[in-house]
């Protein structure tokens, strides 16, 4: 079981990545601007997170295994997620 991080947990491709991750027993790490829809559910913490607080993006997921993002990059430049995570 692997500590899975996904940045746009609640979107279209992220409900998707979030349900596959959840079916194969990983616990996972939602991160949305408002995950409220996700909460209480088994295998999942949410949190709440405006992904260019670069900052907060690399405090949130380290420690992560994996970190999948499903954030549209036509609204935001790719580096601002790769780099926080990278670092972590």
Known sequence: MSKIAIIGATGRAGSQLLEEALRRGHRV????RDPSTLEGREGVT????DVT????????????????SAAHFSTMQPHAIIE???RA
Request: glycine share 4%; net charge neutral.
């Open 46 to 49: 949410v949190k709440s997170l």
């Open 84 to 86: 926080p995570v990278k």
């Open 29 to 32: 790490l939602a991160i949305a």
């Open 53 to 68: 607080d670069s900052a907060a993006l690399q405090a949130a997921v380290a420690g992560m295994d994996a970190v999948l």
